[in-house]
């Protein structure tokens, strides 16, 4: 016994309006018609529709669909399908890693990923710096940063606590004390240092400018300028 268009797509779990569709674009091919007119579908057809339906599943789109019949195509976009389903299970498996640690935690979503941990020892601009210094650090350098905050981000040095309009004299003594605290980080991690392309080596200095002058007050901006130059002066002061 023959099946209509409505009853095949029933059998298929799909609509007529997606069989109609596929004989549209040469997908399915069209069935005999008896004598009133009506199609008369058979069992090549409802397996077809049930192939069509498993592929669809899997994520292949029409246009690959209607080229398996070459079996090395086939294979390409069945190998392709993998490909992308391995790089989005990796994505998930980091989500749900970043999920935990936020859970874990207890923290807001002002945390920098891989920080959760160090969320106390965090001011509301280091939190804020963090991201940015990110955009150009590749997972090493992300890394040697959230060694370096772990080793020294609690150094009592009055950087935190400094006014806006703090005297030069204090500015001096804190960028000096910080001072060696870069020093010490530097001889630590002598690879840390960003190596963004040539061409974002401006950009990348524009933003991290702007950034610490909007985040750290006047004083402190002067304290981590001056900090830096003495850090990489050849004259160190120990």
Do not use: C
Not at 140 to 148: A, N
Request: charged share 30%.
């Amino acid at each position: 016994m023959a099946w209509s268009t409505r009853r095949l797509a029933e059998l298929a779990g799909t609509t007529v309006k997606t069989v109609r569709h596929y004989h549209a674009i040469g997908l399915l091919t069209e069935p005999e018609r008896a004598d009133n007119g009506y199609k008369e579908y058979g069992t090549a057809h409802l397996v077809r529709l049930l192939q069509i339906r498993r592929l669809r599943d899997l994520g292949m789109g029409l246009a690959e669909i209607a080229a398996t019949h070459d079996p090395e195509t086939f294979r390409a976009s069945i190998q392709a399908l993998d490909d992308q389903l391995r790089e989005s299970i990796e994505h998930q498996q980091a989500v749900r890693t970043d999920l935990a640690e936020l859970l874990g935690h207890g923290t807001g979503p002002d945390v920098p990923a891989g920080f959760e941990d160090l969320a106390p020892r965090l001011s509301e601009a280091d939190r804020s710096i963090i991201p940015i210094i990110a955009l150009y650090l590749d997972g090493r350098g992300m890394r040697d940063l959230r060694d370096i905050t772990a080793d020294h981000g609690g150094a009592d040095i009055g950087f935190e606590d400094l006014a806006a309009d703090a005297e030069e004299q204090t500015v001096q003594a804190v960028a000096l004390r910080l001072s060696r605290i870069l020093r010490i980080i530097r001889d630590q991690y002598p690879g840390h240092q960003p190596h963004p392309p040539r061409a974002r080596v401006r950009e990348m200095m524009q933003v991290f400018e702007r950034s610490l002058t909007e985040l750290y007050n006047p004083a402190q901006v002067r304290v981590l300028r001056e900090a830096d130059r003495l850090a990489r002066s050849d004259s160190f002061p120990g």
